[in-house]
Structures are given as C-alpha cells and as structure tokens.
Nanobody, 123 residues
Framework: QVQLVESGGGLVQPGGSLRLSCAAS????????MGWYRQAPGKQRELVAR???????FYADSVKGRFTISRDNAKNTVSLQMNTLKPEDTAVYYC?????????????????WGQGTQVTVSS
C-alpha cells in the first residue's frame, strides 16, 4: 500500500523553526508535484508549498520568505523548512502529490491522506 508518513512537528515559540519531513513508501521520482498542506481547527485544508519534479516551487503568500520546500527523489522524501514561525502557522501539516499536471489542475491527489504532523506555535 502506497503511503506517506509525516514527521517533525512539535511545539515551538513564535519566531522559532521546525523542519518537517514526509517519507513515501514508494518512489516519488515520477510524481509531477509534491506538496505540503495544512489544516487548522475549524478551517479547510490549504496548500502551503509545492515543488514540481523539475524543482519549480510555489508558496502560499502567507509563508513566502519563511518556508522552503525541497524534495529528494533518491530518498523518496519531501521536506519543509519552516522559519520565523507565527501562531497562525499552528495546524496539522500533511503532504501529498499529483502524478501529472492534469491531476494537479483537477486537484486529484495521488496518495491517501496520512495522519499528518501537528505544529503548534505558542509562547
């Protein structure tokens, strides 16, 4: 069964940093785009950052300049470096992917959603 496992979350003070990691059980080399998403209590899941198979990145306006997404196809992992964290970054963070550009446009996800990893930013 193809699955993703997210890790690296935790409790951090405002201004702090965390690095999230997403490990896939199969190769991600053929996955067109991998992304990180988050869902805060009472809100819909939203895209945080995405990286294509040729390294092109996209970031939500709310995290631009603070978060950096990367992928390692050899290790089948996707990471999210989060700096200068704010209380509004508090959420459960998930990763997922789109196998092709068409499925990205149609918002069809390649993987089932995992358990996610909780990030809490609070003093």
């Amino acid at each position: 069964q193809v699955q993703l496992v997210e890790s690296g979350g935790g409790l951090v003070q405002p201004g702090g940093s965390l690095r999230l990691s997403c490990a896939a059980s199969t190769s991600i080399a053929e996955i067109y785009a991998m992304g990180w998403y988050r869902q805060a209590p009472g809100k819909q899941r939203e895209l945080v950052a995405r990286i294509s198979d040729d390294g092109i990145t996209f970031y939500a306006d709310s995290v631009k300049g603070r978060f950096t997404i990367s992928r390692d196809n050899a290790k089948n992992t996707v990471s999210l470096q989060m700096n200068t964290l704010k209380p509004e970054d508090t959420a459960v963070y998930y990763c997922n992917g789109h196998s092709t550009f068409i499925t990205l446009v149609k918002k069809l996800y390649f993987y089932s959603w995992g358990q996610g990893t909780q990030v809490t930013v609070s003093s």
